[in-house]
């Protein structure tokens, strides 16, 4: 059994009723091979503190961005709260240490899985919140979030215009873009060429540079652009 006054120390939280936190880091493995475990198993939990993540995520976004629209709140809602990010939550406050699992389970790497860290860390939101209400459990989570929303941005500055044009239209479309040679013009050493990005039989963006890769990159903005404006339209025969 884990020493709940240490983990409690850890996580800098103090439960009114510590056997909420006990339910938290209880995976179901464990009631397997102990049936004579008188709490049940952190599911419950987990359910309850998937929504509340929800809740504290988006409130969090909301005020932190008032000129956001819902779609890109959305979207940067649903990278702080995915399977990933909260197992890495829980790596940060060491969850996997203090969970009971099954004999099994643990011999399998149970406290290194991704499904399991994720699941404790939502349980252990849960039991906050039900142990002392939404504004603790907003307190003890928003911390983690901003780290986490600087890890997105910034992967997703990383992402070139060409990187970004190829996913949506392989998502969106089950098509790859082709750039295009259509120009190019002046001296060697002064050359610049014209490059258009084709989607299926849609001219999406034109970019011109120095470079051919500078001109695609410049042609791929520019279809983003046109998309999210809604400029371009697929229809079903692109």
């Known amino acids: 059994m884990p020493d709940l006054t240490k983990v409690q120390d850890r996580l800098e939280v103090r439960f009114t009723d510590p056997s909420l936190l006990q339910r938290a880091l209880t995976h179901r493995s464990y009631l397997n091979e102990h049936p004579e475990h008188t709490l049940e ?18 409130a969090w976004l909301y005020h932190r961005f008032p000129e956001m629209d819902e779609g890109q709140l959305t ?11 909260l197992a890495h939550f829980a790596q940060t406050l060491h969850l ?15 406290r ?8 404790s ?37 990383d992402k070139d215009a060409k990187s970004l044009l190829q996913e949506w239209s392989q998502a969106r479309l089950g098509q790859t873009p082709i750039y295009r040679t259509v120009a190019s013009e002046g001296p060697d050493h002064a050359k610049e060429f014209t490059v ?20 695609a990159q410049l ?14 339209v697929f229809d079903a025969a692109d």
């Open 219 to 232: 042609a791929a903005q520019q279809a983003l652009s046109a998309i999210e404006a809604g400029e371009i």
């Open 41 to 58: 198993d952190n599911e419950r939990l987990e359910f309850l503190g998937d929504a509340v993540l929800d809740f504290i995520a988006g």
């Open 112 to 119: 290194r899985r991704i499904s399991n860290l994720c699941g």
């Open 75 to 85: 979207r940067l809602r649903a990278g702080l709260v995915r399977t990933e990010a």
């Open 196 to 215: 258009a990005v084709i989607i299926g039989q849609t001219e999406c963006g034109r970019g011109v540079g120095h470079s051919k890769q500078a001109a």
């Open 121 to 157: 860390f939502e349980a252990l939101v849960g039991a906050l919140y039900l142990d002392q209400g939404m504004e603790a459990a907003q307190a003890f989570a928003e911390p983690l979030l901003g780290p986490a929303l600087q890890d997105i941005l910034r992967r997703a500055a």
């Open 96 to 110: 996997g240490d203090a969970l009971l699992l099954g004999r099994g389970e643990d011999e399998s790497g149970g």
